[in-house]
Structure formats: C-alpha cells, structure tokens
C-alpha cells in the first residue's frame, strides 16, 4: 500500500503541473468538489482529497461531461470511504477502485513512431546479448522457498513451528478436556458469573440484564438498542478518543442498531456434548493433514449455535461445506456477520452431531487446525482440538493480549487484499482461505529473516 500509494502522490503532482500549463483543465479543476474537513475522521481529509483528483482525472477520459464526472467520482470515493475503517484500509480499497476506473477508459491505439526506423532492442537483449531475449532462467535464491517447500508434509513441518502451546491454549479460552467428566469441556479464564439466578441473563450486545422462561423465552418483549462494531481507539489532539466503527459513536452513546429482542452468547455456559479429536495410525500421505476452518453462527434462545461449517485444505479447495441446522429455536440469524438467512437454513436437515462425526473421521489429534480466533470456531462445533494454529496469535495486536486484530485488517496490511466487504455478510470459505493464505505469506516471509 506505501509503495502505490507514494506512485498516487507523483501521479498528483504531475496532475497539477498539467494543470497548470493547461487552462482547460485548470478552468475544469476550479469547479473539482472538495471533501468536508470532518474532525477525528478514520480517513484524513487530504488523502480522501487526492484520491477524489485522481478518480476525476480518469472519469473525465470516458464520461460525456465535466458534471457526469464529477458525479462518478465522488460516488465511487464515498463507497471506498464507507467501506474502510480505517486509513491502510481506506488506501486499499482507494488504489482497487483506481484500477477499476482507469479499466473503464478505452483503449487507445498504439502510438507509432514514424520519424524513425531503428528497430526496438528489449532490455534483456541489451543486458545479455542475443539469446538472452529467447532464453528463459530461474534466479534460485537462498532463503526462498520453493512451491514444493510449502505442501504436504513439508508445509506441515514449518507450520509445527507456529502451533499454540497449551498455556496459549488456555490464555485464549481454548476448550480443554474435563479432567473427570467425558464429554465436558472445561475453559481456564471463564468469569464467574455475577448472579446465580439461572433465569436472569445479560444481553451479549448491549450488557442489558433481562428475564428468561425454563424454556429460555424472553418473558418481557424488549428492543436491543446495541453498537454492532467495535470500540477503536482513535488519536485526536491532546490524546486519544474511544468509537464504535459502526456509527463513530463515543463510549456510551445510544445504540445504533436496534434488534427484536436480548440475546446472550451461552457457549461458555453450555460446556456439555464435547468429543474431542483422537489419534489415528500414520497416512500414506506421511503427514496428519492441514485444515483452515471457519463457523458462522446465528443465536437461538439458548444462546449462539452453529448455522454452517466450512473446512478447506492447504491447496484452498473446500473440501467440506454445509449449513447446520440449529438444535433450539433461532431468534436472530445475525445475518450481517454470519451472511447466513433464513432461507439458507429451511431445508437444512444436518445436526451438529452429524457435522462432529464428519469432522471426528476428517481430523486426527495431531491434524494442523487454522484459523482466526479459532476457539470460537471450536466452542460452536464443541470440539476439543490441541493442535491449533491461530492467526490472531501469530500477528498479535500492537498493544498486546487480549485485544486481537481483525482477520479483515491482517489481510489489508500483508496480503493487500479486502476482505468481508459483502453488505451480505461474511463467507465462511473466504475466511477460512485468508487464514491459510495468511500462513503460507508468514512461513515465506519468516524464510527471508533466517536466510
């Protein structure tokens, strides 16, 4: 993003000194709208100014007028803007949408150079003398790895080295085994819980206290007035401000988003039905398996429950796919996060007991599990699995344990790619493919140091 980004800002520069010489674009830039300076915005105004030029520079080349322009450019600058939440992110999204437009310019001919007669030398001719030209070779530099290096039981060994250790496990509120009870989970840094009236529970997205029947019904009918994103901190004059990356909402401003009824998260609760992965003889293939995996789920009235599991392997072909239909009643399908409707689960007919079995045969104990926070992935599959490679450990937050980094941040900053960027909701397939291709980068990167 630094690198393109510093090519924008050329680009800019030699946009004004066009301009300048020109007076028809410069009669044309007068009129160019401006971005409303906003205080404490997640995008500084200058970059939103400079990218808003440059997205009018190739919307002049193919629109019919200055105003219909005009107009594209600044729909297609608001779409990035809303789409980021933050600056690298907004860069990102910013740099896409340029190649984009700069697609929708037609093409123009070849440009002929009629006032000579030499014939064009390439580079590699100059450099290598006639045959470098038709010859191709393999620079094979020490450190870098080769695409036989990082499959199979090869990739499985290098992984080995990124598994979390059992303190790890329990720090990040992995399920463990009960050490008396089969079939139990037990989870190191649970909070107890404040009250022990089992009827009174506390609303997961707005910390609401409420009341439940035996059967886990609201007995009172009561809006969820809620933030749906998260609390970023965010540098302002003099210090720092707290938001919400929904509504830039301060911390403990009304909600923005209002739901039909309290829900609580209850997977922490519930630490029954657990089966746990165990050991196989060897494969033929020589190695375990490497697994990403990625859980979207949907809240019923005991709680958060699988709605669909995606397991994909280290070639990023998804080798099992399935809706999973809910063992309680569902009272928010939490579509903007899980991208899963109430359509997608009508005609489900696979249990969560049926997935466990399909899993339990896929996965030995020593298979190499990947994923974001993949603990919470496992409390929806309530599977106990040790041998984890979790992405929010291996790139840590800036300010340490607990706070974890978004997987849609991780894959803006290393692999230059966005992510969960449907109105739909999340695809389970797409994060359980960041994760895998997040390793494989840092497997090749860490290669480079050590050479």
Same mark, same amino acid.
Request: one cysteine or more; hydrophobic letters at 35%; glycine letters at 6%.
């Given at each position: 993003?630094?690198?393109?980004?510093?090519?924008?800002?050329?680009?800019?520069? +030699?946009?004004? #000194?066009?301009?300048?010489?020109?007076?028809?674009?410069?009669?044309?830039?007068?009129?160019?709208?401006?971005?409303?300076?906003?205080?404490?915005?997640?995008?500084?105004?200058?970059?939103?100014?400079?990218?808003? #030029?440059?997205?009018?520079?190739?919307?002049?080349?193919?629109?019919?007028?200055?105003?219909?322009?005009?107009?594209?450019?600044?729909?297609?600058?608001?779409?990035?803007?809303?789409?980021?939440?933050?600056?690298?992110?907004?860069?990102?999204?910013?740099?896409?949408?340029?190649?984009?437009?700069?697609?929708?310019?037609?093409?123009?001919?070849?440009?002929?150079?009629?006032?000579?007669?030499?014939?064009?030398?390439?580079?590699?001719?100059?450099?290598?003398?006639?045959?470098?030209?038709?010859?191709?070779?393999?620079?094979?530099?020490?450190?870098?790895?080769?695409?036989?290096?990082?499959?199979?039981?090869?990739?499985?060994?290098?992984?080995?080295?990124?598994?979390?250790?059992?303190?790890?496990?329990?720090?990040?509120?992995?399920?463990?085994?009960?050490?008396?009870?089969?079939?139990?989970?037990?989870?190191?840094?649970?909070?107890?819980?404040?009250?022990?009236?089992?009827?009174?529970?506390?609303?997961?997205?707005?910390?609401?206290?409420?009341?439940?029947?035996?059967?886990?019904?609201?007995?009172?009918?009561?809006?969820?007035?809620?933030?749906?994103?998260?609390?970023?901190? +965010?540098?302002?004059?003099?210090?720092?401000?707290?938001?919400?990356?929904?509504?830039?909402?301060?911390?403990?401003?009304?909600?923005? +988003?209002?739901?039909?009824?309290?829900?609580? =998260?209850?997977?922490?609760?519930?630490?029954?039905?657990?089966?746990?992965?165990?050991?196989? !003889?060897?494969?033929?293939?020589?190695?375990?398996?490497?697994?990403?995996?990625?859980?979207?789920?949907?809240?019923?009235?005991?709680?958060?429950?699988?709605?669909?599991?995606?397991?994909?392997?280290?070639?990023?072909?998804?080798?099992?796919?399935?809706?999973?239909?809910?063992?309680?009643?569902?009272?928010?399908? #939490?579509?903007?996060?899980?991208?899963?409707?109430?359509?997608?689960?009508?005609?489900?007919?696979?249990?969560?007991?049926?997935?466990?079995?399909?899993?339990?045969?896929?996965?030995? &104990?020593?298979?190499?599990?990947?994923?974001?926070?993949?603990?919470?992935?496992?409390?929806?599959?309530?599977?106990?699995?040790?041998?984890?490679?979790?992405?929010?450990?291996?790139?840590?937050?800036?300010?340490?344990?607990?706070?974890?980094?978004?997987?849609?941040? !991780?894959?803006?900053?290393?692999?230059?790619?966005?992510? +969960?960027?449907?109105?739909?909701?999340? =695809?389970?397939?797409?994060? &359980?493919?960041?994760?895998?291709?997040?390793?494989?980068?840092?497997?090749?990167?860490? &290669?480079?140091?050590?050479?």
């Amino acid at each position: 993003v630094v690198g393109t980004h510093k090519n924008v800002q050329r680009q800019e520069i +030699q946009w004004r #000194n066009e301009t300048y010489e020109n007076p028809k674009l410069r009669s044309v830039s007068l009129k160019r709208p401006v971005i409303p300076t906003e205080f404490g915005a997640k995008v500084p105004t200058n970059i939103r100014q400079r990218y808003l #030029n440059l997205f009018i520079d190739e919307c002049l080349k193919f629109c019919s007028s200055s105003q219909e322009a005009f107009d594209k450019a600044l729909s297609e600058e608001k779409v990035a803007y809303e789409r980021s939440t933050s600056r690298n992110i907004y860069l990102n999204v910013a740099v896409n949408t340029l190649k984009k437009l700069r697609n929708l310019v037609p093409n123009s001919p070849p440009c002929v150079n009629k006032t000579s007669n030499r014939k064009m030398v390439s580079h590699e001719a100059v450099l290598g003398g006639k045959l470098a030209a038709k010859t191709s070779f393999t620079l094979n530099q020490s450190g870098n790895l080769r695409a036989e290096d990082l499959t199979g039981a090869s990739l499985y060994r290098r992984l080995k080295e990124y598994l979390l250790t059992e303190e790890q496990l329990k720090e990040n509120s992995y399920p463990m085994p009960h050490p008396e009870k089969a079939g139990r989970a037990v989870v190191f840094t649970v909070e107890e819980k404040k009250t022990t009236d089992s009827s009174c529970r506390v609303c997961c997205r707005c910390g609401t206290e409420y009341m439940v029947s035996a059967s886990g019904n609201c007995i009172r009918r009561e809006e969820c007035l809620h933030h749906w994103g998260r609390l970023r901190k +965010q540098r302002v004059p003099g210090g720092w401000e707290t938001h919400y990356s929904c509504c830039s909402g301060a911390v403990g401003s009304p909600g923005c +988003q209002v739901a039909k009824q309290h829900v609580q =998260d209850g997977r922490k609760e519930h630490l029954e039905g657990f089966v746990k992965t165990f050991e196989k !003889l060897p494969t033929t293939d020589g190695y375990p398996g490497i697994y990403a995996l990625d859980c979207e789920m949907c809240y019923t009235k005991q709680g958060l429950e699988l709605t669909r599991v995606t397991v994909i392997n280290s070639d990023l072909k998804v080798v099992y796919d399935t809706f999973v239909k809910p063992d309680n009643k569902v009272v928010d399908y #939490n579509t903007r996060f899980s991208g899963v409707t109430e359509e997608d689960l009508e005609n489900a007919s696979i249990t969560l007991r049926d997935v466990q079995a399909v899993l339990l045969n896929m996965f030995s &104990a020593d298979t190499i599990l990947i994923g974001h926070s993949l603990e919470s992935d496992l409390f929806a599959l309530k599977l106990i699995h040790g041998t984890v490679v979790d992405t929010a450990v291996v790139f840590p937050h800036r300010l340490g344990f607990p706070y974890k980094r978004a997987l849609r941040t !991780l894959m803006a900053d290393y692999l230059k790619r966005i992510i +969960q960027d449907n109105v739909e909701g999340h =695809d389970s397939s797409e994060d &359980a493919s960041a994760c895998m291709e997040l390793m494989i980068w840092k497997i090749k990167e860490d &290669a480079k140091v050590k050479r």
